[in-house]
């Protein structure tokens, strides 16, 4: 059974609602398509639902962030606030999960879809699925194995949406 997944999306810097009039389904889409994914929905544990809040910002607003929490002075595409955590219980039985928070920076990320030749519609739904697969627990920097798991859902999950392999070369 696919969980019921709520996004609180705020959208901080208008230069996303003028590329992507549409980002606030996109991210809904894209956040179902991760969570017909066996992977992602093993990593809920057992929850029926999730909530997670996203933050479409600017690069100044994204430096601020990496600065103060990664200790990276420099704008970056996606941040990830994971929120659960077993030290604090976790999360009571059958209440939707937080899963915590995602922040994406306009400028970043419209540079490398044009560097890369893909939709700006396309990097996002990628980010955001990257970014909610690290507020599960998932974690590319851990080690080979891990990070082929984390990019086999998310080629997964992109192509549920038609999207093409990132990864691809």
């Not at 929120?83 to 920076?105: C, E, I, K, V, W």
């Not at 419209?110 to 990628?126: I, N, T, V």
Request: hydrophobic share 50%.
């Amino acid at each position: 059974m696919i969980p019921e997944i709520e996004a609180d999306v705020r959208i901080a810097d208008p230069a996303w609602e003028a590329a992507l009039p549409e980002a606030e389904s996109l991210i809904a889409r894209a956040l179902a398509a991760l969570f017909a994914e066996e992977e992602a929905r093993a990593a809920l544990k057992g929850a029926p639902a999730a909530e997670l809040a996203i933050l479409l910002t600017d690069d100044a607003e994204i430096a601020e962030l990496n600065a103060q929490w990664r200790g990276k002075p420099k704008p970056t595409n996606v941040l990830s606030f994971p929120a659960d955590s077993p030290s604090f219980g976790g999360t009571p039985p059958g209440a939707p999960r937080h899963l915590g928070d995602l922040a994406l920076a306009f400028g970043v990320c419209a540079r490398e879809a044009e560097e890369g030749a893909k939709p700006l519609a396309d990097h996002l739904a990628h980010l955001i699925i990257h970014g909610a697969l690290h507020l599960l627990g998932f974690d590319h920097e851990r080690g080979d194995a891990q990070a082929e798991e984390m990019e086999a859902v998310e080629i997964a999950a992109l192509a549920r949406m038609g999207v093409v392999n990132p990864y691809a070369a």
